[in-house]
């Protein structure tokens, strides 16, 4: 159970500060609040996604690996978003490397909970399902 105050989820995300406050209560206990360092992999290509990650400051980067091992990113996400894509879209597989740039702190959902809560909030689920449009077309 998470020892989170409701105040930790409204402040700081973008996407969980366009929820009503009902829906912050509901998804509070499937929280952690944890701490990302820089250069942290969250996930590497062909990993398990098993989380989901709301950053609340910071700045994640999503990398593409080319054939001959060279980084490319191809993303980034910050306080205006989450990482855990292929949560969203029900694939558990992650495209891109994922590592965190700039220190900050992320709320952190269990994939499965994640999934679980989009089925139980088409609020949440539009949510985050446009939020995975734009950053389709900015990784495009």
Do not use: W
Not at 39 to 61: C, E, N, Q, W
Not at 84 to 90: A, H, I, K, N, S
Not at 94 to 115: E, H, K, S, W
Request: with cysteine; charged share 20%.
């Amino acid at each position: 159970m998470s020892s989170l105050k409701p105040l930790e989820t409204q402040l700081g995300n973008r996407l969980l500060a366009a929820l009503p406050r009902a829906e912050h209560e509901r998804l509070l206990p499937f929280f952690e609040l944890v701490r990302l360092t820089p250069g942290k992999i969250l996930y590497d290509v062909g990993d398990t996604v098993r989380h989901a990650y709301f950053p609340k400051g910071g700045m994640i980067s999503l990398l593409s690996i080319t054939e001959d091992g060279r980084t490319i990113e191809v993303g980034m996400v910050g306080n205006e978003g989450m990482t855990g894509l292929p949560t969203v879209v029900r694939c558990n597989v992650a495209p891109y490397q994922v590592m965190v740039q700039f220190a900050g702190n992320a709320l952190r959902i269990g994939a499965d909970a994640l999934r679980a809560q989009m089925i139980r909030s088409p609020l949440l689920q539009e949510i985050l399902l446009c939020y995975s449009h734009a950053l389709l077309i900015q990784i495009a």
